[in-house]
């Protein structure tokens, strides 16, 4: 039997142990759970950097950079080890070229095919020449004269096709399996057939007969020589195959270049051949695994000043999970296709359209950050392309250029203005650079040039693109705010059917709110969407709203304070599940969250008070958040100025003025534009602008002295 301090004690010891554990493991889930997004943050890192490391070519990298025209700026380079210099893809074609142009093609004599018409030769020679029309005599010597001309036909052969490219040139006849060279007009064609009957003939006295020798000949003769691809093809490729890819060789220690010699076409050539047996061997050798690490700390920390970049300066878009990823996927789908037409064709590196990255990005975000994240990816790129420094120098001029030109995408030739100019610039630099090389405009590579213009028509595949991206992702672009704007959109429409006040006063507020947006910079479009939709809640009780009430009954009267209240407030949450049903952007939503902020429905709280004074203050004060950004904070101010103006009786200048700066110096000091980032200065710029619309609506102007 335990005592009082032996079981009881030993239990409430375990069972310490045991909260103590299941505390720990609870704050630690916690931790977990709050971290859960930073975790998934090093999780995309990793996969991109692996990604990225994994889509490079295998191959190692030169340490020189050079360029031809250019001075070395290096120490005297000695050749590392033996090495054979490439011939350039000009040499090696233009040999082609002679290779096939030269090259002796082969045709096949069928041997079965003159037998055959030597057989048929008596049986249509008796048809054609009967016994009893002629001698025998004469008969004898018709029938010699017939297979001499035989003989003599037969002899090379009769073509089957004629080709054109033969003409004039020595070609291979193979008979009895013994090829001998022969000139190819030496071989006979049909249509050549009547002209020497004519000639033995005539030569031997027998022109009469001419035409009953072209008739017997005409249905007897038949082609026997065959153009032999095949046997013409496996020649060819032999030769070819015998083609040397190489100039010379390169013994080790010898001087290629010394420092402050100017890169020409000759050694220029060698240290082409020295890279590239410089990079295949160092892939192929041990240190693959070294090479491999030094791309990934490369890549990683191209990608770590993204993060930092996003981190310091965009911390909304970093805290958002979504939108990070939507960065990153940009990134990688770029560098995977430029691997991809590298490993093709590097010719064709320019065509893939890389201005679409920057493009979308200010779309969805900012120019800034479009222009960074595309530096970013085209210094990725430049361990992947050729002539990594011209690359590099284009790609960043177009991105700046595409930065500078695209702006209200929503406006349709604005994109086309855009590409053009985007293609302009390619052009030009690709000129620079091959002047700069070549010293002048010969021997541009046309195809280069048509490889921008197919650039800049993909790029205007854009359009669609960000209509995909704003679906998987749930981002809003100025297009879709253009379409939420239409006033006969489906949700619009129905608020102005049933609360044509509030719907009015939406379109007064839109107006004031954009006015203000565009004098400080903020994205007017967005304002204005927000402003339209921002009390669409109030449809579902319109008449408990003043604008709506067209009798004097109203309906508070024969309410509580504390209701009243609940039904003003309401209409925020309300607002929120119709514009989620009708699939309204978040983007547009963050407007009906917050638009009254933290904010007391002022009105009713007092007459609660004067009935209660143990009033609690939270049941007339609505949930907020508070405005996280400038628009929010301008739709707060313009809703709140717009609202209370029509309280306003006989206003004057002085009036508006005072007016504007109570309210919105009001909103200032219950702390509501603390999480906006939004300055003094420009708050100041929007009571101005505020007041001057006022002072438009309300027709104000000056007094004259009487």
Known sequence: MCNQWGCCGKRSIIFSIFDGRYELETRLLDRIYKNQSLIYKYFLYVVSVFCI????????????????????????????????????????????????????????????????VYLDYESEFAKTFPSKEHSASELAILEKTGRELLDRIYEKGILEKMNSDDIGKQVYLIKQNEAHQINYDDL????????????????????????????????????????????????????????SLTRGAIDEGKLIIAKGEVVESE?????????????????????????????????????????????????????NGTKVTFIFINILVMVFVTTIVVKYNEAYVFVVPLCILPLILKTFFDARLGLFVHVLTVLILGFVVPNSFEYIFIQIIAGIVTILTVSELYKRANLFISVGQITLIYIVAYLAFHIIHEGNLDNIIWLTLGLFLLNGMITLFVQPLIYIYEKIFGLVSDVSLLELSDT????????????????????????????????????????????????????????????????????????????????IIDHVIKGIEMARKNNLPDRVIDFIRCHHGTTLVYYFYTKQKEKDEGVNEADFRYPGPTPFSKETAILMM??????????????????????????????????????????????????KIFKQRLTNIYHLRVEYPE
């Open 267 to 319: 050694n220029y050539l060698i240290l082409e051949s020295l890279k590239d047996e410089f990079e295949s061997e160092l892939w192929a050798s041990n240190n693959y695994y070294y090479i491999l690490s030094g791309y990934t700390v490369l890549v990683a920390l191209v990608l770590m000043m993204l993060f930092l970049f996003l981190k310091k300066y965009r911390d909304e878009i970093f805290e």
């Open 53 to 116: 490391v994994f889509f490079f070519p295998k191959g190692g990298k030169f340490k020189y950079e050079f360029q031809k025209g250019k001075p070395w700026q290096y120490e005297n380079l000695y050749a590392p080890f033996d090495f054979s210099v490439k011939k350039t893809q000009e040499e090696i074609s233009a040999e082609k070229q002679k290779i096939v142009e030269g090259q002796l093609h082969y045709y096949r004599f069928n041997e079965a095919t003159a037998e055959a």
């Open 638 to 687: 313009a809703d709140s100025v717009e609202a209370a103006s029509k309280s306003l009786k006989n206003p004057t200048f002085k009036v508006l003025d005072e007016f504007v700066d109570k309210i919105i110096g009001g909103q200032m000091a219950s702390n509501q534009f603390l999480n906006a980032n939004i300055t003094f200065m420009e708050i100041e710029t929007i009571k």
């Open 188 to 243: 006979y064609r049909v249509r050549d057939v009547e002209g020497i009957v004519q000639r033995v003939l005539e030569k031997e006295n027998l022109g009469s007969f001419t035409n009953a020798f072209q008739s017997l000949f005409f249905d007897l003769i038949k082609p026997n020589v065959s153009y032999d691809d095949n046997l013409s093809q496996k020649a060819l490729d032999e030769e070819l195959s015998k083609l």
């Open 488 to 567: 006969n959109s489906k949700l619009l429409k129905e608020l102005s059917n049933k609360a044509p006040g509030t719907f009015n006063h939406s379109l007064q507020v839109a107006n004031l709110a954009e006015a203000a947006a565009n004098e400080i910079g903020a994205n007017a479009m967005l304002v204005r969407v927000g402003a339209l939709y921002h009390d669409i809640g109030k449809l579902g009780n319109p008449t408990y709203f003043t604008e709506n009430q067209i009798t004097n009954a109203n309906p508070h009267d024969d309410l509580e304070p504390k209701d009243s209240a609940r039904i």
